[in-house]
């Protein structure tokens, strides 16, 4: 079983920051990647960025200079750095996370799996 907490959001002026984290726990897991995803109304979930256990980030062109993805393997989180955020950018960001399951931090051989935390709402406020 997998938990994903997700903290950080709010209600923040347009040109300000928020700095969302997500923790994830569970027995015998390994993390193998974490991201941030977000869906505004209407609209379809789009990726903001994903970081890999070897600190390997990603994110969108779109996404990339305001968005700064980071992580803590040790703690198993990762943090979103939100500068000069626009209305635009109002949104439910969702955590996730892809783990498989290992002894000793060496998989066991099974699949990965996928897992989506209950997500956090960002409003930017024109």
């Known amino acids: 079983q997998v938990e994903l907490v997700e903290s950080g959001g709010g209600l923040v002026q347009a040109g300000g920051s928020l700095k969302l984290s997500c923790a994830a726990s569970?027995?015998?897991?390994?993390?193998?990647?974490m991201g941030w995803h977000r869906q505004a109304p209407g609209k379809e979930r789009e990726l903001v960025a994903l970081?890999?256990?070897?600190?390997?980030?990603y994110s969108p062109s779109s996404m990339k200079g305001r968005f700064t993805i980071s992580r803590d393997n040790a703690r198993n989180t990762v943090w979103l750095q939100m500068n000069s955020l626009k209305p635009e950018d109002t949104a439910v960001y969702y955590c996730n996370a892809r783990y498989y399951y290992c002894s000793g931090g060496v998989s066991v051989g099974g699949p990965e799996y996928e897992y989506w935390g209950q997500g956090t709402q960002v409003t930017v406020a024109s």
């Open positions: 970081i890999t256990d070897d600190g390997s980030a």
């Open positions: 569970g027995d015998t897991i390994c993390i193998s990647a």
